[in-house]
């Protein structure tokens, strides 16, 4: 619909012309309307039980964005009047429409609406900002303007929604079905007002904005999917930055060049011309998206991205020349910091008890790598540095794996199960941990005897999936594991007394169920407490839990309907 009436507004401008632009405000303002209709209370929890998920979004929109479209300007020598329009687009907060297309790309939906819902709440502030930045020197930018016009055609409508949500439920639910059909229109008629107004400006030199609009979303959602790849997030949450990044609110960015910059009527076209382009590429994006990666073709090309991962870790610690922790001792250091046991053969719902069988094998034999090791100030540890690559030749049997989020089976099974003890028995000392994974968000298997908090477990892999700590301190720390009949055993110990003690627990437990999904929720902390007046010094938040639950929850359990 949006590219129909762009081509009917610039073959025939008198279609539109007779619209005023002034009308472009008021009809953001019903879009962002529309949008406060539609959010949930989830939507805004979702940034504090994944902070670190929507702060990369977000310092990815507010920093990737803006640079590309200023260095476009610059690279291809836009007028004033264009390049205005094409940082004004830059600057603008994430779209709602890119809800929509990361829906369609099997994305993070959760991720992308919390990103959405958080760059459009920090856009009266970091917007005007940016735009006095990088057009400053080109134009005069009235940031306080700026801030106070967000606040009216985007922040105060998105309010007005969310208390109509709260206070006329009923209207809202019928209504709701019918804005998506509803914001398409409006966005159409937004983009048919400034292209008529500006039709033969866009006849006479029109493809040079065009060429310019299409390499700013198509940089942006690349690069987007890149931090994502960097940051080894799954590939959800890369195609969630990635459409985020580069699909942006370009209908604002046309509302403020007709508010604050009508001496530069050009302003109004990248914003007119990227509404157009988006929903072309990001239905194609969406496509695309859908696609299997390379390592999930066949089990081939999965081998080879494996390999091709382990290639790339033993050249970077080559290359950082990191000093890993080796020397082993069979006498103990004299003072014990923490000591556990975990039992080993825990039945895990469904799970075949034979692979618990094979795992206390595979413990028995990976924690001699391990046992006596000696961590001295300067070292760092690493799993997989000790222990090598489980197979077979080296007597490791098939134990339980975890493979996209569902119980498997592989040579050398088990090995999370050691790091988590490890990582259990670090988190009670001084010793810094310097890479530490989690099986992503997913909770997979009923609680059997826990005694330690949810979420402070471990995920690897050999070798680029490690669990490593680093010693900061002026004291030698040692490992001792072993494995009797029942237990996987652990101790940390030292040459001196740490100052501190530590305790591990968790808060604000509980079950949600959010579109029919379950989730598990909650905080772990980490209480640091002064040895000699047992005065508790500080409280860590280490983990926030929000994991969706992969079993069929006992009816002991209390599901909070959210």
Same mark, same amino acid.
């Given at each position: 619909?949006?590219l129909?009436?762009a081509?009917?507004?610039?073959a025939?401008?008198?279609?539109?012309?007779?619209?005023?632009?002034w009308?472009?405000n008021? @009809?953001?303002?019903?879009?962002?309307?529309?949008?406060?209709?539609?959010?949930?209370p989830?939507d805004?929890?979702?940034?504090?039980?994944?902070?670190?998920?929507?702060?990369v979004?977000c310092?990815?929109?507010?920093?990737?964005m803006?640079l590309?479209a200023?260095?476009?300007?610059?690279?291809?020598?836009?007028?004033?009047?264009l390049?205005?329009g094409?940082?004004?687009v830059?600057?603008?907060p994430?779209?709602?429409?890119?809800?929509?297309?990361?829906?369609?790309a $099997?994305?993070?939906l959760?991720?992308s609406?919390?990103?959405?819902?958080? &760059?459009?709440?920090l856009?009266?502030?970091?917007?005007?900002?940016?735009?006095?930045?990088?057009?400053?020197?080109m134009?005069?930018?009235?940031?306080?303007?700026m801030l106070?016009?967000?606040?009216?055609?985007?922040?105060?409508p998105?309010?007005?929604?969310?208390?109509?949500?709260r206070?006329?439920?009923g209207?809202?639910?019928?209504?709701?079905p019918?804005?998506?059909?509803?914001?398409s229109?409006?966005?159409?008629?937004?983009?048919?007002?400034?292209?008529?107004?500006?039709?033969?400006?866009l006849?006479?030199?029109g493809?040079l904005?065009i060429?310019?609009? @299409?390499?700013?979303?198509l940089?942006g +959602?690349s690069?987007g999917?890149?931090?994502?790849?960097?940051?080894?997030?799954?590939?959800?949450?890369?195609?969630?930055?990635?459409?985020?990044?580069?699909m942006?609110?370009?209908?604002?960015?046309?509302?403020?060049?007709?508010?604050?910059?009508a001496?530069?009527?050009?302003?109004t076209?990248?914003g007119?011309?990227?509404?157009?382009?988006?929903?072309?590429?990001?239905?194609?994006?969406?496509?695309l998206?859908?696609?299997?990666?390379?390592?999930?073709?066949?089990?081939?090309?999965?081998?080879?991205?494996?390999? $091709?991962?382990?290639?790339?870790?033993?050249?970077?610690?080559?290359?950082?020349?990191?000093?890993f922790?080796k020397n082993?001792?069979?006498?103990?250091?004299?003072i014990v910091?923490?000591?556990?046991n &975990?039992?080993i053969?825990?039945r895990?719902?469904?799970?075949? @008890?034979?692979?618990?069988e094979?795992?206390?094998?595979?413990?028995?034999?990976?924690v001699?790598h391990i046992?006596?090791?000696m961590i001295r100030p300067g070292?760092?540890?690493?799993?997989w540095?000790?222990?090598?690559?489980t197979?077979?030749?080296?007597? !490791? $049997?098939?134990g +339980?794996?975890?493979?996209?989020g569902?119980?498997?089976?592989?040579?050398?099974?088990?090995?999370?199960?050691?790091s988590?003890?490890?990582?259990?028995?670090v988190?009670? &000392?001084?010793?810094?941990?310097?890479?530490h994974?989690?099986?992503?968000?997913?909770?997979?298997f009923?609680?059997?005897?826990?005694q330690i908090?949810?979420?402070?477990g471990?995920?690897?892999?050999?070798? !680029?999936?490690? !669990?490593?700590?680093?010693?900061?301190?002026?004291?030698t720390?040692?490992l001792?594991?072993?494995?009797?009949?029942?237990?996987?055993?652990?101790?940390?110990?030292?040459?001196?007394?740490?100052?501190?003690?530590?305790?591990?627990?968790?808060e604000?437990?509980?079950?949600?169920?959010?579109?029919g999904?379950?989730?598990?929720?909650g905080?772990?902390?980490?209480?640091?407490?002064?040895r000699?007046?047992?005065?508790?010094?500080? &409280?860590?938040l280490i983990?926030?839990?929000h994991?969706r639950?992969?079993?069929?929850?006992p009816p002991?359990i209390?599901?909070?309907?959210?």
């Open positions: 619909m949006v129909l009436v081509a009917l507004a610039l025939v401008p008198a279609s539109f012309a007779w619209i005023d632009t009308a472009i008021p @009809m953001l303002g019903v879009i962002m309307f529309g949008m406060g209709l539609t959010l949930s989830q805004f929890r979702i940034v504090l039980s994944r902070p670190k998920d929507i702060l979004g310092l990815a929109q507010f920093t990737v803006p590309l200023f260095c476009l300007a610059w690279a291809f020598m836009l007028p004033k009047e390049a205005l094409v940082i004004l830059g600057c603008c994430g779209g709602t429409a890119s809800n929509v297309i990361t829906y369609l $099997k994305g993070d959760a991720l609406v919390g990103m959405t819902a958080t &760059s459009t709440l856009a009266p502030v970091l917007t005007p900002l940016l735009v006095w930045l990088m057009a400053g020197t134009v005069d930018v009235d940031t306080l303007s106070m016009s967000i606040v009216y055609v985007v922040i105060a998105i309010v007005c929604g969310l208390l109509c949500q206070f006329l439920s209207v809202t639910k019928r209504v709701v019918y804005l998506p059909a509803f914001s229109i409006v966005i159409a008629l937004v983009v048919g007002i400034v292209v008529s107004h500006n039709a033969d400006r006849l006479g030199g493809l904005i060429i310019v609009v @299409m390499a700013h979303n940089l +959602l690069i999917f890149l931090i994502g790849r960097l940051l080894r997030l799954p590939k959800t949450k890369c195609v969630a930055v990635s459409i985020e990044v580069g942006q609110n370009s209908g604002l960015a046309s509302s403020l060049a007709v508010l604050h910059f001496a530069y009527p050009l302003a076209i990248p007119a011309v990227f509404s157009v382009w988006h929903n072309i590429s990001g239905a194609l994006v969406a496509k998206y859908q696609r299997k990666l390379f390592c999930e073709i066949s089990p081939f090309t999965y081998w080879l991205s494996m390999e $091709k991962e382990i290639l790339k870790r033993h050249v970077q610690d080559m290359l950082r020349k990191t000093q922790a082993r001792t069979e006498e103990s250091l004299p910091v923490y000591r556990h &975990s039992l053969r825990r895990l719902g469904n799970v075949n @008890m034979q692979l618990q094979n795992k206390a094998t595979n413990l028995a034999l990976a001699k046992n006596g090791l070292e760092t540890f690493s799993v540095k000790l222990i090598g690559r197979t077979k030749r080296k007597g !490791y $049997k098939e +339980l794996t975890i493979a996209k569902k119980p498997s089976q592989g040579i050398g099974g088990g090995m999370c199960q050691l988590n003890l490890i990582h259990w028995l988190l009670h &000392s001084e010793l810094t941990i310097t890479e994974h989690h099986h992503d968000g997913l909770d997979l009923p609680d059997f005897g826990r908090p949810f979420g402070t471990t995920s690897i892999s050999y070798n !680029y999936i490690d !669990y490593r700590f680093r010693n900061d301190t002026k004291n720390y040692q001792r594991l072993w494995t009797d009949e029942e237990y996987l055993c652990g101790e940390l110990r030292a040459t001196e007394q740490q100052p501190h003690t530590f305790h591990i627990h968790a604000n437990e509980f079950f949600s169920r959010e579109n999904v379950v989730y598990r929720n905080e772990v902390y980490r209480d640091i407490i002064d000699v007046s047992g005065q508790r010094l500080e &409280s860590q983990r926030t839990n994991a639950v992969m079993y069929d929850c002991s209390i599901i909070k309907e959210e």
